[in-house]
C-alpha cells in the first residue's frame, strides 16, 4: 500500500468529519468531495492534513534542502512571475548557487554578471534587488542574514510575502504567506466570492492566512499549502478527489475561484530592430535602456524610415505583461549604424553576452554557428 493511501486511511474516514455542508448533487463536475468542515472550525485537523500530504508526496525542490535564508531569498525572487519548471528545468538556481554562495560573493557582483545568470527569467530588477538585498546585509548585518521580521522586510525587493518565506523556510517561524497558488486554495476553501485584488479581499486572505499557519511546523506546513494551489487546486481544472483537504473546502464551484479583476486586453504592438554584420560575423549590438530590460544588449532598434519597405528577415511574437509584441528583424547596413554606446561582437561572444530573451532567439535563427547554443 502506498505511503498516500495509508494516511489518507488515517485521516480522511467518513466517521471523523460532521454531517456534510453540501448535497451531493450540487458538487461540481470536478468530483468533489462534500465540505465537512472549514479549516477554522479544526485548524489542528487542518494543518495535520496539509503537514501529513506534503510529508508524503512533496517534492524534493532544491530550495528546500537547505534553511539558509539568502538561498531562500534567491529562490523566492526567481519564483516571482515564474514557473517552478522554469526555474528547475534550465538550472537557474543551482547555477546562481555555484557562483554566488552566500551574500558576500554576490555584494561585488558586476551588472554583466548577475544578468548573464539571470537571462530567460525576465524582470531583470528582481536580479539587482537580489545582489541591493546581499549589500544591505554585509553593510548593515556584518553578512550575517537578519532575524527579525522587521529587519528583513526592510531589505531592498523583500516585500511581505517573501519576509513570510524567509520567516517560514529558513527560520521555521510562522508567518502568514500569500502567493498566487495560496491565495487561490483560500479563496476556494471559504468560497470566498469578493474580488482577492482588492484591498477587503487581500485583508481577508491574510486574517485567513494568519489563523491556519502553523506555529510549529510552519516550514512543512507553508510548502505543503503551496504544493497543494500548485499541484492540485489548479486554475482551470482543480483535481478534487486527490486533495488532502478537500473535506475542509465550501466551494460549489472551485473552478470559478478565485474571483480577480478583469484583465486588459491584449494589445498588439510592433517592434522593429537592426541586424548588422560586420567582418567576420560579427554583430553590432547596444544596451537596453528601458526598465524591464535594462543593462542587457539587444539588437538595436530601427525606425520605419531607416528599415525602408524591405521584408524583414525574421518575425516572430513574444509576450510581455498586456502585450503581444510583433519583432521585425531588418538587415541592416554598417553605414546606417545607430548612434550610442554599443559594441561589435564576435559570434564565439555572443554566448557569453547577456541578452533580452527575444534577441537571443533571433540571433539563434540568425547566426549559422553550432556552438552558439544560448539560453
Not at 33 to 57: H, I, N, S, Y
Not at 106 to 126: H, M, Q
Not at 308 to 337: C, K, N, Q
Request: glycine content about 10%; aromatic content about 10%; hydrophobic content about 40%.
Amino acid at each position: 500500500m502506498a505511503v498516500w493511501e495509508v494516511f489518507a486511511m488515517r485521516h480522511f474516514q467518513p466517521n471523523r468529519r460532521p454531517a456534510a455542508r453540501q448535497e451531493a448533487d450540487d458538487l461540481p463536475g470536478f468530483g468533489k468531495p462534500p465540505c465537512r468542515e472549514l479549516p477554522t472550525e479544526d485548524p489542528d485537523g487542518f494543518r495535520e492534513a496539509v503537514v501529513g500530504w506534503f510529508d508524503a508526496v512533496g517534492r524534493p525542490y532544491p530550495w528546500r534542502e537547505t534553511t539558509d535564508p539568502y538561498a531562500i531569498l534567491v529562490s523566492e525572487l526567481m519564483l516571482q512571475q515564474t514557473r517552478v519548471e522554469t526555474v528547475l528545468e534550465r538550472g537557474y538556481f543551482e547555477r546562481w548557487m555555484r557562483r554566488f554562495p552566500g551574500v558576500g560573493e554576490l555584494a561585488d557582483a558586476p551588472d554583466e554578471e548577475i544578468l548573464k545568470l539571470w537571462e530567460g527569467l525576465g524582470y531583470y530588477r528582481r536580479a539587482r534587488h537580489l545582489r541591493e538585498a546581499a549589500r544591505a546585509v554585509v553593510s548593515r548585518h556584518g553578512g550575517l542574514f537578519p532575524r527579525d521580521p522587521a529587519e528583513i522586510r526592510a531589505l531592498p525587493g523583500v516585500g511581505d510575502y517573501t519576509a513570510g518565506a524567509i520567516l517560514a523556510f529558513a527560520f521555521d517561524r510562522a508567518a502568514p504567506m500569500i502567493d498566487g497558488n495560496v491565495a487561490r486554495v483560500l479563496a476556494r476553501l471559504f468560497d470566498f466570492n469578493g474580488s482577492i485584488e482588492g484591498p477587503a479581499g487581500r485583508r481577508q486572505l491574510a486574517e485567513w492566512s494568519g489563523r491556519l499557519t502553523d506555529p510549529r511546523r510552519a516550514r512543512r506546513f507553508q510548502s505543503g499549502l503551496m504544493e497543494i494551489g500548485q499541484r492540485l487546486c489548479k486554475v482551470r481544472r482543480p483535481q478534487c478527489p486527490d486533495c488532502p483537504v478537500a473535506g475542509f473546502c465550501a466551494a460549489r464551484a472551485p473552478e470559478h475561484l478565485p474571483v480577480k479583476r478583469e484583465r486588459a486586453r491584449i494589445e498588439e504592438v510592433a517592434e522593429h530592430v537592426g541586424y548588422f554584420r560586420g567582418e567576420g560575423d560579427r554583430v553590432f549590438l547596444c544596451v537596453e535602456s528601458g526598465p524591464r530590460r535594462s543593462g542587457l544588449w539587444r539588437l538595436p532598434p530601427v525606425s520605419a524610415e531607416e528599415h525602408g519597405d524591405a521584408e524583414p528577415l525574421l518575425r516572430f511574437a513574444y509576450s510581455i505583461t498586456r502585450y503581444r509584441v510583433w519583432l521585425h528583424v531588418h538587415a541592416m547596413p554598417a553605414s546606417a549604424l545607430p548612434r550610442g554606446e554599443g559594441r561589435w561582437v564576435s559570434r564565439a561572444e555572443l554566448e557569453s553576452v547577456a541578452l533580452g530573451s527575444p534577441y537571443r532567439r533571433a540571433l539563434r535563427s540568425l547566426v549559422a554557428d553550432a556552438g552558439f547554443n544560448g539560453r
